[in-house]
């Protein structure tokens, strides 16, 4: 019982992010799907991870490469959402 704790904890932190691409991508415009993508991107991640963990469960040392795998991945979907809301609606780069 103890080993479905933390990969359910991660899943359901997931679920908001999940939220906030559908909420996010309502609008239709590329900017607002491109925005909603990578929300779900970042729910996915969290959600594999979470398995990872699960399916880990008892290896410390795979538990240890699933996370570490689970941030990097998420932390870089987070650089690319931050890029992509620096671009703004027009999708032309700033200067």
Known sequence: ???VIGPLI???SGLPALGIALWSGRDGSA???GTGLRWALIAL???VG???LYLAAG???AMQAVAVVMVLA???ILVSLLLHLRRGTAGASRK
């Open 1 to 3: 019982m103890d080993d």
């Open 10 to 12: 991660i899943a359901a």
């Open 31 to 33: 900017h607002a799907r």
């Open 45 to 47: 991640c969290m959600f």
């Open 50 to 52: 979470a398995l990872g």
């Open 59 to 61: 290896n410390t040392g």
């Open 74 to 76: 998420v932390n870089g």
